[in-house]
């Protein structure tokens, strides 16, 4: 067979799974039949099948869990990068349950290329660095590395840090953030964060990267998010200019 008759086998393939995801055959985060028994139903064989399943993962419309198998993406989150709420409260928000799971908490300076991208005086400057897993329903979703300024947030690692670290701020210290800049692009995922997201090393990934500032503009917290690529929607409301 040529390479055009496979391609367009694939693509065939791909189409009447798609088909069968839009009528809801199969359930959000539903299990897909196992691999043979999909490539007896069309006829293919299972490379044929896997770039017709490797198609709809890009599309964000199925996921693999490993050594399980295809499942159903469920819905998006999404995500308002324009308003300052903690991703506990936005995920509640949409009928969704979320969990915060700490991975690691460590006080240690800051470094030369934090304390340069942050703005800070010293790259002595004392930090709180946070590695924390956030789950949707029951799935990994996102990969989060927060360092906070020591000084903003006093004894921050005596605190339950398997929570929303927004009302943790507000309620405990007081704290509020007045502003952010943030960066949002594609990446990709190494080895470690592909295994706590439950993907292969090396998979595509959407990166957001935001630096808070503090009630008096100043710098008080960088981070890091590395989230699943069918898992977010980034949705922005804006009003035009009355003429």
């Not at 839009?22 to 043979?36: D, N, S």
């Not at 304390?115 to 400057?125: F, I, K, N, P, T």
Request: glycine share 6%; hydrophobic share 35%; aromatic share 10%.
């Amino acid at each position: 067979m040529s390479f055009e008759a496979v391609q367009s086998q694939f693509l065939r393939i791909r189409d009447q799974l798609a088909n069968d995801l839009a009528q809801g055959v199969l359930a959000p985060q539903g299990k897909l039949p196992v691999e043979r028994e999909l490539a007896e139903r069309f006829g293919c064989t299972r490379v044929t099948l896997r770039q017709a399943l490797q198609q709809l993962e890009v599309e964000g419309r199925i996921y693999r869990k490993n050594r399980s198998g295809w499942y159903v993406s469920p819905p998006r989150i999404r995500y308002d990068p324009t308003r300052i709420s903690g991703f506990m409260e936005y995920v509640s928000a949409q009928g969704r349950t979320p969990l915060t799971e700490c991975l690691h908490a460590e006080q240690r300076p800051a470094g030369n290329w934090l304390a340069a991208r942050m703005g800070l005086a010293s790259a002595d400057e004392p930090m709180f660095f946070l590695q924390r897993r956030r789950w949707v329903d029951g799935r990994p979703v996102l990969l989060e590395l927060n360092a906070l300024v020591a000084s903003w947030c006093p004894d921050l690692l005596q605190a339950d840090l398997n929570t929303s670290l927004t009302t943790l701020l507000r309620e405990r210290f007081g704290r509020v953030q007045s502003r952010c800049e943030l960066t949002m692009h594609p990446g990709t995922v190494n080895e470690e964060q592909a295994e706590l997201l439950q993907l292969t090393a090396g998979s595509s990934s959407f990166y957001l990267e935001r630096l808070n500032f503090g009630e008096d503009d100043q710098p008080v917290e960088f981070d890091q998010e590395f989230w699943r690529p069918d898992s977010l929607a980034v949705v922005v409301s804006t009003k035009y200019p009355s003429p």
